[in-house]
């Protein structure tokens, strides 16, 4: 038992020799989160139903990723816009929302760029659900391109002013809808 004692010690410190050395060869991975809130105009058309132009508030509005380098970054962003749909008997909030992946660019410091394509929702709002029948989602395809301004930074924390347009389309039952935003928000995010 006293002889297995240093063997023990002897493994653990090669075992922790070798691991801190991987980790000095490979880069650190470096996230990036956000969210933001704003305002949105929002216009929302289909075959049967057409909702009229409307200005909303624009949530969720947010984005995890990696950045690839100094200048450019990978991310998921989950967009949102709420707006009322009047086609039923009763006057509901629902989301036109996304699952972007996205690219991000920044081009000279404090400003970026944004695009990307993916999942298209439109969603009920979670708060104005009154029975199982407004429960319903209706899934097709969104893309998004955008652009920001970082006006204040402390650390790796900055706040920022965004703009983004977004545009999409969702099959629901009565024929496909075809959506479209443009956001002016306010976001925090670390980079």
């Known amino acids: 038992m006293k002889s297995l004692i240093p063997v023990l010690l002897l493994t653990g410190v090669i075992i922790n020799n070798g691991y801190s050395q991987e980790i000095k060869n490979h880069p650190k991975i470096h996230f990036i989160y956000s ?10 058309g289909g075959p049967i139903v057409t909702v009229a132009p409307q ?10 990723g990696v950045k690839l380098g100094k200048h450019s970054a990978v991310a998921l962003m989950l967009p949102g816009t709420v707006y009322t749909d009047y086609s039923t008997d009763r006057h509901q909030s629902r989301g036109f929302e996304g699952i972007v992946p996205v690219f991000q660019y ?5 400003l970026w760029l ?3 394509a993916g999942l298209g ?3 009920p709002a979670f708060y104005d659900i009154k029975s199982d029948d407004e429960r319903k989602f209706y899934f097709g395809t969104t893309s998004l391109v955008g652009a920001g301004y970082e006006f204040w930074h402390k650390g790796k924390f900055a706040l920022d002013i965004q703009s983004r347009i ?6 629901k039952p009565d024929g496909e809808c075809f959506g479209f935003t ?6 925090i995010s670390r980079n």
Do not use: C, Q, T, Y
Not at 35 to 44: K, M, N, P, T
Not at 106 to 110: F, L
């Open 35 to 44: 969210a933001s809130v704003g305002f949105s105009h929002i216009e929302i």
């Open 55 to 64: 200005s909303s508030i624009s949530i969720p509005n947010l984005k995890f």
């Open 106 to 110: 920044w081009p000279v410091k404090n």
């Open 114 to 116: 944004v695009a990307g």
């Open 121 to 123: 929702l439109d969603a």
């Open 166 to 171: 977004r545009m999409g389309s969702v099959n």
């Open 182 to 187: 443009a956001d002016l928000m306010l976001g």
